[in-house]
């Protein structure tokens, strides 16, 4: 049983010596020819002053000491083991790890292994080596479990591949080309399983970051397919995202917010207009247009950098249909503070109004050094 802490469990500690221990106990049932104490000894020296990261590499390591040095017959052991229901959550973790770095040299098992695997926990960085260095096998792997019913693998393959995974690094070829991964998405973005279509979003928004447009031609190709179709409007609108923070008139017109609309900003006001670093100004404005019309109405923050304005940060503000020529009023308070990710240096801040991507108003506020 895991020990009882006073407080919260930090993320690195669910790999801990019990949840090894566990480990080598599950795989020492599985087979008389797991080492279960080398095991032990490698995984647990150390452990303790790692980060969740390293722990997972290092466990990886400890198994490669206590698992048969033949690959294929180390993956029947972990077959064996997979028959517990046990085996899941952060230990699986280490052991997708595993068969990424030592299964490398056999595809033929240790894909099969990972769709297995994959139920306990995603494999989605464990197949991306897979993907690089055997892309012919791990593509008709893809293709078997595209069409199972078992929405972990068909995540899997839209997951897997995606060019830019979070903590997962590129795979630049699909950076530089995603046209075998949109082959893969064409197959998923109907998928029954919201688990699964969240995948295939996010996987259009990572090549909308490289490919702006291939991936606003993908999306319409898809709505143009099945206009009525609920699922994919949700996977475009959410796919679409980063797109449409930036104010892309394509992506914006694809989730039904015309640029070109006609909408009129009137009052609008920053106050005050100079401030301290932490305080708050007040954006304030209305916005009337000539027919019905739906609006995405975000503000823009172009903070002072040390060489010049930086780069817009987007807020989002309010969706709303405007109704012919009826004012609505938008208010928010931004405070002007800094967060770990942005320092914030002292001159001149410039605020804007976007409504649809298009920019209808601007004005600049003065931030000073605290006291």
Known sequence: MPKETSGPTL???????DVVTHLADLLAAASKSFKREEFLAAAIEGLESMEMKARVIH?????AAGLPANFPKAAKVIDRALKSPELNSWMAYAVDDYVARYGIDFPEVALPLMGKLTKRWSCEFAIRPFIRE?????????????GSDDEDLRRLVSEGSRPRLPWGGFIPEFVEDPTPTIALLDRL?????????KSVANH?????????????ETARRWLDGDPDSERRHWIVGHGMRSLIKAGDPEALALVGYDAGAP????????NPDAIAIGEAVTISFTLVAEEETPVM???????????GARSAKVFKLKKVKLSAGKPVLFR???????????????????IEVQVNGRVLAAATVEVTETG
């Open 59 to 63: 466990v990886a390591d400890a198994l």
């Open 204 to 216: 259009l928004n990572d090549i909308a970051k490289d490919h702006p447009e291939l991936a606003i």
């Open 263 to 270: 909408v009129e900003i009137k009052g609008f006001e920053v």
């Open 189 to 197: 973005v109907d998928d029954p399983s919201l688990y699964v279509r």
């Open 11 to 17: 993320m690195k500690d669910r790999i801990s010596p």
């Open 332 to 350: 928010r308070e931004h405070r002007i503070r800094e967060v770990s990710v942005r320092k914030i240096y002292p001159g001149p801040h410039v």
């Open 134 to 146: 055997h892309p012919k096998e791990t593509f008709e792997q893809f293709d078997i479990w595209i």
């Open 297 to 307: 109405v975000d503000y823009l923050v172009h903070h002072a950098g040390t060489k």
